[in-house]
């Protein structure tokens, strides 16, 4: 994927080369623009880097959708693993065959009166007619100021650093965050036999079978995936959702906390500060565990109403029922007391678009775009939560985006002058 030299113009520049910069190159390719992809690290890294082990997928197989790389394994309704997850995403590398440039950071982008793009990298100086980035919106590991006051004795790591239960010194673990991340990794924990502190949120849940069927099969069935971010009741504030917690893990399941807690798990609510080797909690763990099921029950309510309607013969449905409550709610946890060891910062991450000098994000630094293209002509997103549909984070959906970008990318070129591209050694 790499070359000696590269031209000192482009077309189009890549920034980022996960499943959705190689998604733009791909459909650049079948249009015969030129461009150049470039990444930081190497190609597909978060993957195969930044996942724990056990990692599965927590959307069924046969929703791996990339451009001309769909899931041809020989179990669509299984969850790959970690390893499968590379192997299928090495393959579509490969097929690809992206005009790549790995281990060049991007420094600065901007845009000069003449429309010109300046790509100012670690490996020199670039220009483009116009420029993807597919960098996504998890960039930087979100872990809260607090973590400074506690002692250093403690192992403090973030989600992404999470491998397996043997990195963790002897005793007990605290998971801070109870979204996708947080409550696999507290499962895991909790399987291996360690006992496991786990701070919840408001993060939703859902079911992973429901009425004979994966609950991500009926919503495809209910169109759901095809809803556009402007046809979602909540708008584009849906892009500040966080995801549903369920899994892929041996088969798939629900992931029910409560249960968790009936094994021996300490489930706590909002985590406010740490004061004096203690950590200090909202009295918030019944809410939080009650909204997770609301929503997992309405999701079924939907299912249900969908299957009425449409006489669709199948297994009879239910109400999940609470299998645990607090008694008492938990306030305070002293770490040494408690022989905790290591804390695990699940809460997240932050995009950083700091880099990219172009007017076109918000007063949160959040991009502001239609399905992808921004305001200023030539600088275009993808990869980002909810940039047109559900399935635009995801392997469902980023073929279908990056498409759309190539087309207004290739309606562009019609005005782009030519150039006689220079070249530069790398």
């Not at 408001?202 to 495809?220: F, I, K, M, S």
Request: proline content about 5%.
């Amino acid at each position: 994927m790499m070359s000696d030299t590269y031209k000192k113009h482009y077309s189009v520049i890549i920034v980022g080369s996960g499943q959705s910069g190689l998604s733009v190159s791909y459909y650049l390719q079948q249009e015969k623009i030129d461009h150049l992809v470039i990444e930081k690290r190497t190609v597909m890294h978060s993957w195969k880097h930044e996942r724990w082990d056990s990692f599965t997928l927590v959307t069924p197989n046969w929703q791996c959708l990339l451009p001309g790389h769909p899931y041809d394994g020989d179990d669509p309704q299984g969850f790959m693993t970690r390893d499968e997850v590379i192997d299928y995403l090495n393959r579509f590398a490969e097929k690809v065959n992206a005009p790549v440039v790995e281990g060049v950071t991007v420094e600065k982008v901007t845009k000069n009166d003449q429309g010109i793009y300046h790509v100012s990298t670690s490996h020199g100086e670039y220009t483009a007619d116009q420029v993807v980035i597919a960098t996504g919106g998890y960039q930087q590991p979100l872990i809260p100021r607090m973590a400074e006051k506690i002692p250093a004795s403690m192992v403090q790591i973030h989600s992404v650093q999470y491998k397996n239960p043997g990195q963790l010194p002897d005793g007990a673990v605290m998971v801070v965050g109870s979204g996708q991340s947080g409550a696999q990794i507290a499962e895991d924990l909790h399987l291996a036999g360690k006992k496991v502190y786990l701070v919840t949120g408001n993060a939703p849940r859902v079911a992973r079978h429901y009425r004979g069927r994966d609950v991500v099969e009926w919503l495809e069935r209910m169109q759901y995936y095809k809803l556009s971010v402007n046809q979602h009741p909540l708008g584009k504030d849906v892009r500040h959702n966080t995801n549903h917690y369920v899994t892929g893990r041996d088969g798939g399941h629900d992931i029910d906390l409560r249960k968790f807690a009936t094994e021996g798990m300490t489930l706590f609510g909002h985590l406010l500060d740490y004061e004096h080797g203690e950590m200090k909690f909202a009295p918030t763990l019944a809410q939080n565990l009650a909204r997770a099921d609301d929503v997992y029950n309405s999701v079924n309510r939907r299912i249900d109403d969908y299957i009425r309607k449409n006489r669709i013969v199948a297994p009879e449905g239910y109400q999940y029922t609470p299998v645990w409550e607090p008694k008492q709610e938990r306030e305070t946890c002293h770490l040494a007391e408690e022989g905790i060891t290591s804390i695990i910062w699940c809460i997240g991450f932050m995009s950083d678009f700091r880099w990219v000098d172009v007017p076109v994000f918000n007063g949160c630094g959040t991009p502001v775009h239609e399905r992808g293209v921004t305001s200023v002509s030539g600088l275009y997103f993808i990869g980002l939560s909810w940039l047109h549909t559900w399935g635009s984070g995801r392997f469902a959906g980023v073929a279908t985006d990056a498409e759309y970008l190539v087309r207004c990318i290739s309606d562009d070129q019609s005005v782009i002058p030519t150039r006689t591209p220079e070249k530069i050694s790398a």
